[in-house]
């Protein structure tokens, strides 16, 4: 069984002290990497992300639409297909 990306996982990643990089993946396969704390913003509803891009741009992205996340440390939190 296949683990679910959840807000609780998200939040974890992000509050993380010593803060540890992650990289999110979508479902149409788009990556994002989230190497500092301000990078990402979490609505307050928790249904929204906001993650900053190297150019200075931002992505809106629902949280639904998060099919994995990766960590450094190879650590990968994945949502199910069904």
């Given amino acids: 069984m296949e683990k679910h990306v959840t807000l609780e996982q998200l939040r974890r990643l992000h509050r993380a002290e010593p803060f540890r990089p992650f990289l999110l993946r979508t479902a149409d396969g788009r990556e994002f990497s989230v190497s500092h704390p301000e990078v990402l913003a979490i609505s307050p509803a928790g249904r929204t992300i ?22 450094s440390d190879g650590e990968s939190r994945r949502r199910s297909r069904g």
């Fill in 50 to 71: 906001v993650v900053m891009t190297p150019d200075g741009a931002h992505e809106t992205i629902d949280l639904l639409l998060v099919a994995s996340i990766h960590t």
